[in-house]
């Protein structure tokens, strides 16, 4: 895993060339093994690269990396799995090339030389972030892989372009300069993050998944045009479901899932995993002791707060598994250390809390590995989220009360106080058949109280994924708001509809940002099985009965891992990989959310509007209510904003 950062600027003197060797150990994190950089001083391109030796150690595997022929240059980031299935085609096609090392990123410069760069990366399977220059046609493209895995920015700074895996390389660029987007401020305050295209700064696009994107002069726009549709996978499974058995069902996804887990095993230096003991995770792992001579390292954290710990279920899977498990208990402090270093590991406002907890599970998995296998991507192709299972639910039953009565009802659902209700549940909680279990249910009943006054199925959905409804409210100076909206697959239900805007918004621009900053932060490679895209195909073709069936979510998942571990050790409430911020803003981070929330820092920066932050704030303050996620979203750009203005 590297990081890849450049320029391309057709009035750069060759002074303004040295400039990429800053921008590239900007991104030393990213690739502490080694620094490449390649210039074009006739056409005034520049490009580094900073590596992290997984495959092929040798310096044979080093970048910027030119093809045989001499005509292409690329900057890699990432790992592409079938890289011998295609050096073995290329040699097939072209007898006379000769490999000069074993790395993923020549095969590709040379399917790219081969057949093309569209082509070329059709065939791959993997996840990647690239620039590739061709020096013949003096072009530019830059790619990302199918699901948004690795991270690709990009845009125009003066007359320059510029790209990066990290905004920090281009900010290491000393003609940078650039304006925050408020459009992407109310992103951050709905969403947690920022969806692409859109990044922090006006004029800096992340570039989509499963796009390219080529430029034949600095100062024109680019051609765009995607290689994968995630839309055009769901609707052609939808169009082809699955006719076999359930039975049928967990042995298609089984075959394709040990594929997929083999070849992220793949790799020259020491291999482990992520393991929380929930369904995703475990069955990464269960398959890859299937797989391995030897006993997995696997990781896990935990907490002294029984709410949030899921490291005794972690450790009964290890044990059954027989992994070589490591486990962590960590503290508030431990926890709270991470918490200055999020501007710079994030790079831009970023507000999921569970960027700590996984930023320190990566930190303890590098003590003894380079490479971790993680679960991500279980919950948006097998229907995991609760919303998913009871969002339509209930829709069916609110649906035929007039609208009046359910905001009626929505009222009086947000009228008592939380710490009530949650020790009102918790004394009946015993008593409660098991789906009904949550781990906070005041905050569940804020959400149903959203539904009951939602207009319609997709605003449901649009409910549910905001922490702030109305970003309007408390931004100032925020033109008319643009929110990010993905158009949804024909003949997709109503699971199926929140399901693929988890995947094609939520998972890439919030739970795969967040592994990568927290892994890559440390110089860990994290894998994921779960979406290989053809495990992600097959999965649409699957009906929602073997995704969301008795009352259960994940079913044809579950399934296959109680084959190789007991659903005892596996059944329980959806936890989620989560931190107390709530009880710490008011004790031990009180001082640090003041500072940040102060009304005259607020009135003098010119984000945000004074009262409603501070009424909010003293309402959690004083046990009123929960408003921690709200806060966090606005404390994580403010924290981000003194350290990047």
């Known amino acids: 895993m590297c990081g890849i950062t450049g320029f391309w600027n057709?009035?750069?003197?060759?002074?303004?060339?040295?400039?990429?060797?800053?921008?590239?150990?900007?991104?030393?994190?990213?690739?502490?093994d080694a620094r490449g950089v390649f210039t074009d001083a006739e056409a005034g391109l520049a490009m580094g690269h900073r590596r992290l030796s997984i495959i092929d150690l040798s310096e044979h595997g080093a970048q910027p990396m030119k093809s045989a022929c001499g005509r292409f240059v690329v900057v890699y980031n990432g790992e592409i799995y079938n890289f011998r299935q295609l050096r073995r085609q290329l040699r097939s096609r072209r007898p006379d090339l000769t490999f000069r090392g074993d790395s993923d990123t020549e095969v590709l410069l040379e399917a790219i030389a081969t057949f093309g760069v569209d082509d070329a990366v059709e065939k791959t399977n993997g996840m990647f972030a690239f620039a590739l220059w061709d020096r013949r046609r003096r072009q530019l493209t830059l790619g990302r892989d199918r699901l948004g895995i690795k991270p690709l920015y990009y845009g125009r700074v003066g007359s320059a372009l510029m790209f990066g895996s990290e905004l920090k390389s281009l900010r290491a660029h000393p003609r940078f300069d650039a304006d925050v987007d408020r459009q992407a401020l109310a992103d951050l305050l709905r969403l947690n993050s920022i969806p692409a295209p859109r990044s922090i700064y006006r004029g800096i696009s992340k570039l989509e998944p499963g796009m390219l994107v080529s430029f034949d002069a600095p100062d024109r726009r680019g051609r765009l045009r995607d290689y994968w549709s995630a839309r055009a996978a769901a609707e052609q499974g939808i169009s082809t479901?699955?006719?076999?058995?359930?039975?049928?069902?967990?042995?298609?996804?089984?075959?394709?899932?040990?594929?997929?887990?083999?070849?992220?095993?793949?790799?020259?230096?020491p291999l482990g995993a992520f393991l929380s003991g929930g369904v995703d995770s475990s069955t990464v792992v269960a398959l890859m002791q299937q797989i391995s001579a030897r006993p997995v390292k696997t990781f896990s954290i935990g907490f002294h707060n029984d709410d949030y710990n899921e490291a005794t279920h972690a450790a009964a899977v290890a044990a059954h598994l027989g992994t070589d498990h490591t486990e962590q208990y960590v503290t508030p402090d431990d926890a709270m250390e991470v918490i200055p270093e999020l501007p710079r590991l994030y790079d831009e406002p970023f507000a999921d809390s569970s960027q700590i907890p996984t930023h320190l599970v990566s930190q303890i998995a590098r003590r003894d590995v380079t490479v971790a296998l993680s679960g991500d991507g279980g919950d948006e192709l097998f229907a995991g989220y609760n919303r998913h299972l009871w969002a339509p639910r209930i829709w069916r039953m609110v649906s035929p009360v007039p609208a009046m009565v359910r905001l009626a009802v929505a009222?009086?659902?947000?009228?008592?106080?939380?710490?009530?209700?949650?020790?009102?549940?918790?004394?009946?909680?015993?008593?409660?058949?098991?789906?009904?279990?949550?781990?906070?249910?005041?905050?569940k009943l804020q959400k149903l109280a959203g539904m009951l006054a939602v207009s319609g199925i997709d605003d449901i959905y649009a409910r549910l994924r905001a922490h702030w409804p109305d970003p309007t409210a408390v931004i100032q100076r925020l033109p008319r708001y643009r929110p990010t909206v993905h158009r949804v697959p024909q003949r997709a239900g109503f699971a199926e509809r929140m399901m693929f805007r988890d995947l094609v918004g939520y998972l890439?621009?919030?739970?795969?940002?967040?592994?990568?900053?927290?892994?890559?932060?440390?110089?860990?490679?994290?894998?994921?099985?779960?979406?290989?895209?053809?495990?992600?195909?097959?999965?649409?073709?699957?009906?929602?009965?073997?995704?969301?069936?008795?009352?259960?979510?994940?079913?044809?998942?579950?399934?296959?891992?109680?084959?190789?571990?007991?659903?005892?050790?596996?059944?329980?409430?959806?936890?989620?990989?989560?931190?107390?911020?709530?009880?710490?803003?008011?004790?031990?981070?009180?001082?640090?959310?003041?500072?940040?929330?102060?009304?005259?820092?607020?009135?003098r920066e010119g984000f945000f509007r004074v009262q409603p932050i501070r009424r909010m704030w003293n309402e959690h303050l004083e046990g009123q209510a929960n408003h921690q996620h709200e806060l966090w979203n606005v404390l994580a750009f403010q924290a981000w904003w003194q350290q990047h203005k």
């Open 10 to 32: 057709i009035n750069a003197r060759p002074t303004d060339l040295e400039a990429i060797e800053a921008m590239a150990d900007a991104l030393t994190h990213r690739g502490p």
């Open 241 to 269: 479901r699955f006719r076999g058995t359930p039975a049928e069902a967990v042995d298609a996804l089984e075959q394709r899932l040990v594929e997929a887990v083999e070849a992220r095993m793949i790799s020259d230096v």
């Open 411 to 443: 009222n009086l659902l947000t009228r008592p106080d939380p710490a009530q209700v949650n020790a009102m549940y918790h004394r009946v909680e015993a008593a409660l058949p098991r789906p009904l279990r949550v781990r906070v249910p005041a905050e």
């Open 508 to 603: 890439p621009d919030d739970i795969l940002t967040k592994v990568d900053r927290a892994s890559m932060g440390v110089s860990l490679e994290a894998r994921v099985p779960l979406l290989d895209h053809r495990v992600v195909e097959f999965a649409w073709r699957l009906p929602m009965e073997f995704k969301i069936r008795d009352g259960q979510s994940k079913w044809v998942l579950r399934q296959l891992l109680y084959r190789r571990v007991p659903r005892q050790l596996i059944e329980r409430p959806k936890m989620g990989f989560g931190i107390p911020l709530g009880d710490w803003f008011r004790t031990s981070l009180r001082d640090w959310v003041e500072a940040l929330l102060d009304p005259h820092r607020l009135r």
